[in-house]
């Protein structure tokens, strides 16, 4: 009977370590990103997961609460270190999904959370971040420096990549009244510009994980996941409720301060964030080791994507391309600043039966995108919009400088340079 008891002792004790051990592998697997450089998941099993982590995490946990229990009452079952070892793997793969993402990236979307600066102040914040730069070892002035831009009610606001990384949700004023925030996402080099509300209710954005090399965030309030291409709930898809999408632009520093003098710069260097050294290193740890590893190095730097999560290429363009991805409702289009320049720097195209205005401006290294409900041929036009019909409204969907593998792995139908 004694050697009866022993067996079913030790099989208590395995069945629940193992359950533990299975539990946090799927929380670490499925919600910590970085997992996925060594095994992925389905979207569908990611969700799932997301879902049910609570209940996980509660079985998680007292699995392995009831396998240490077993163990300290019977402590010849297991060597002290070999348990000890398997209860940090546990626990950290389940901080890992559950806690780490929200400590990594912390959002700044309410107002007063982000700083913003002059144009005249920013160069001496912009110069700590030359060493940044993603294409090439550093920039030679800080003028050259990529932002992103949107215009606000309260004038126009330009983000630096760098700063958006780690936080990938900050703050854009308001539009027509309505709050409006900046969403990023480094994998992808992409920023879209949304009102954080669906179905009419207000959205508190956090981040998630990144699924296929794009950013998923999250709703605190419903608990919702929010894929950043669709601006839609991913329970919902791609032909979900969307909130609102705003116009935004790149351009260089120096042509943003020259065409937005009284613009805002959003400036977000490491010691802004916390007088707490042990934070200041963990932000340092995250954003200039982990995320710029992640994004400059494996992203910018090879020849495939950072995160092996895409399998099926389309040879149109190369993998790596840069692109301005463009749609007007279910027609999608992606073109190349080479291409929209050898054609004179502008186009009159039709997207999604809509006529439209396609602008590289040169002298600011700008392409912009413009309805055109005129019913003429454009032939001259500026960054404004203002053209020799009048002035146009800009196209909220343009996304550029975008990666061409993952703007066509989201819109398989895309057409590419389309005249």
């Keep these: 009977m004694a050697l009866s008891a022993l067996k079913i002792t030790k099989l208590s004790f395995w069945l629940l370590m ?41 079985l998680t946990l007292l699995a392995l609460f009831g396998s240490v229990l077993i163990w300290f009452k019977n402590r010849h079952i297991m060597p002290r270190g070999l348990v000890i070892g398997l209860v940090f793997i546990c626990l950290f793969n389940g ?34 971040m030359k060493h940044a730069a993603y294409e090439k070892p550093e920039f030679d002035s800080v003028d050259e420096i990529e932002m992103l831009v949107l215009e606000s009610d309260d004038g126009a606001r330009a983000y630096a990549d760098y700063y958006l ?50 950013l998923v965030m ?10 950043q291409f669709w601006g839609a709930a991913e329970r919902d898809g791609e032909q979900g409720t969307r909130m ?23 400036i977000n260097n490491i010691e802004q964030q916390s007088d707490n050294a042990l934070v200041r290193l963990f932000d340092t740890v995250v954003r200039d080791g982990m995320m710029l590893m992640a994004v400059k190095t494996l992203q910018w730097q090879s020849d495939q994507p950072a995160f092996p999560t895409i399998h099926e290429f389309d040879d149109r363009l190369p993998i790596k391309q ?10 999608y289009v992606a073109y190349t600043k080479d291409f929209v320049s050898e054609q004179g720097g502008l186009l009159n195209i039709v997207i999604g039966e809509r006529d439209v205005i396609l602008y590289y401006a040169a002298q600011h290294d700008s392409l912009v995108a ?40 989201f819109y398989r139908q895309t057409d590419v340079n389309r005249l």
Aim: charged share 15%; aromatic share 14%.
């Design 18 to 58: 193992i359950a533990a051990q299975v539990g946090g592998f799927f929380l670490f697997k499925d919600l910590a990103d970085i997992s996925q450089w060594l095994v992925q998941s389905s979207r569908e099993f990611t969700m799932f997961i997301w879902y049910n982590r609570w209940l996980i995490t509660v």
């Design 95 to 128: 901080y890992s999904g559950m806690l780490n993402t929200l400590l990594m990236f912390r959002p700044q979307q309410f107002d007063g959370q982000a700083l913003f600066v002059s144009v005249e102040e920013a160069p001496k914040f912009l110069q700590q």
């Design 218 to 227: 999250w709703d605190m309030n419903s608990g919702e996941p929010i894929q």
């Design 322 to 331: 840069m692109v301005y991805g463009i749609n007007v409702g279910n027609d």
């Design 244 to 266: 609102t999408e705003w116009p935004t632009l790149r351009m260089p520093f120096g042509a943003f301060k020259q065409l937005y003098p009284d613009g805002q710069v959003f």
């Design 165 to 214: 990384l780690q936080p990938h949700i900050v703050d854009g004023g308001e539009i027509g009244g309505k709050p409006v925030v900046m969403t990023y996402c480094g994998l992808t080099n992409m920023g879209i510009a949304y009102t954080p509300e669906l179905k009419g209710e207000p959205l508190e954005l956090k981040v998630m994980t990144q699924l296929r090399n794009n």
């Design 370 to 409: 413009f309805y055109n409900d005129s019913g003429q041929v454009i032939s001259q036009i500026d960054i404004f919009g203002n053209s020799n019909a009048g002035t146009m409204a800009r196209v909220e969907t343009l996304k550029s400088r975008i990666f061409w593998f993952i703007w066509r792995d």
